[in-house]
Antibody, heavy 122, light 110 residues
Framework: QVQLQESGPGLVKPSETLSLTCTVS??????????WGWVRQPPGKGLEWIGT???????YYNPSLKSRVTISLDTSRNQFSLRLTSVTAADTAVYYC??????????????WGQGTLVTVSS | QTVVTQEPSFSVSPGGTVTLTCGLS?????????PSWYQQTPGQAPRTLIH???IRSSGVPDRFSGSILGNKAALSITGAQAHDESDYYC??????????FGGGTKLTVL
């Protein structure tokens, strides 16, 4: 069954760039069947969609984050990545990667990675 | 700015039935927004319960069902059990690849 695993630094300094990678097992990110996405959850708060990418490289971003976010694919490693620039304490969150399935568009998430906590602090 | 609304908290008695809702700050929720529902217990990743309004994800018991009630999406849980005590999130597809999550409902079973 498909599994996703996030990896990356757990601590990022303010104004720097947050970079995370999601490694996908038992599914190809090069498949046209699925999308791949990132969702985050600040401590004690709800879920926030960050963005979604298709095998073609086409990406969709949360308008509130769009100026700072880039999601990309590494098909040779079957991974996709998240970059978030100019981070502040407000970007402290558990970051989840997930497969995104589509009905009329990429709209539901299953399965999810276990999540990784990223803290923004000097 | 459009906001997806959910009840902040809800309680249900063991064995009882509860319906959680998912609305929009402006406008109605319909099947065209393809509502999905997720269950999350503390410290765990979300688990997908329902997608495309009313389709249960693999392995989800039929005690969980999704629907449209009036102008909102709804998640009903029948025969509530102690381990159903969780946070429940809905998500709506706004088009152009954009997904909005609701703020979540904390369900207590007591």
């Amino acid at each position: 069954q498909v599994q996703l695993q996030e990896s990356g630094p757990g601590l990022v300094k303010p104004s720097e760039t947050l970079s995370l990678t999601c490694t996908v097992s038992d599914a190809s990110i090069s498949s046209s069947t699925y999308y791949w996405g990132w969702v985050r959850q600040p401590p004690g708060k709800g879920l926030e969609w960050i963005g979604t990418i298709y095998y073609s490289g086409s990406a969709y971003y949360n308008p509130s984050l769009k100026s700072r976010v880039t999601i990309s694919l590494d098909t040779s490693r079957n991974q996709f990545s998240l970059r978030l620039t100019s981070v502040t304490a407000a970007d402290t969150a558990v970051y989840y990667c997930a497969r995104v399935l589509k009905v009329a568009g990429p709209n539901w998430f299953d399965p999810w990675g276990q999540g990784t906590l990223v803290t923004v602090s000097s | 700015q459009t906001v997806v609304t959910q009840e902040p908290s809800f309680s249900v008695s063991p064995g009882g039935t509860v319906t959680l809702t998912c609305g929009l700050s402006s406008g109605a929720v319909s099947t065209t927004l393809h509502p999905s529902w997720y269950q999350q217990t503390p410290g765990q990743a979300p688990r997908t319960l329902i997608h495309t309004t009313n389709i249960r994800s693999s392995g989800v018991p039929d005690r969980f069902s999704g629907s449209i009630l009036g102008n909102k999406a709804a998640l009903s849980i029948t025969g509530a059990q102690a381990h159903d005590e969780s946070d429940y999130y809905c998500a709506l597809y706004m088009g152009s690849g954009i997904v909005l999550f609701g703020g979540g409902t904390k369900l207590t079973v007591l």
